[in-house]
């Protein structure tokens, strides 16, 4: 299960980074975990979602699931552009963003 996160009609803080399609993050999230195994990355992943409002959580993703470990939110709700990045058991880390049209953009 992906971090729960607030609603796209909230996020007016700085509109042209307001979120297009932040309603589709659980998808977006399962489609870059599954990238990162078809590219040879091995379960459990430790993964970070980084807003630029400073919202953050980090959580541990398993094909049966997701954990949250650890989180902090400010007073806005997660919004686009965000920065994930995924560590898996043999130290190899992937970067994506994903855009604030909810393109996936890996660095």
Known sequence: M????MGRDAM??????????LDDL????????SQCAE???VFPFIACAISPNGNVCVFRVEPAGNEILA??????????PMT???VD?????AVV??????NIVRH
């Open 2 to 5: 992906a971090p729960t996160l």
């Open 12 to 21: 007016t803080d700085n509109p042209p980074y307001v979120a297009r399609n």
């Open 26 to 33: 659980p998808e977006i999230l399962a489609e870059i975990f």
């Open 39 to 41: 590219g040879g990355m």
């Open 71 to 80: 989180e902090h939110y400010e007073n806005q709700p997660f919004r686009l």
């Open 84 to 86: 994930i990045t995924v």
């Open 89 to 93: 058991q043999k130290n190899e880390v």
């Open 97 to 102: 963003e994903i855009d604030d049209g909810g």
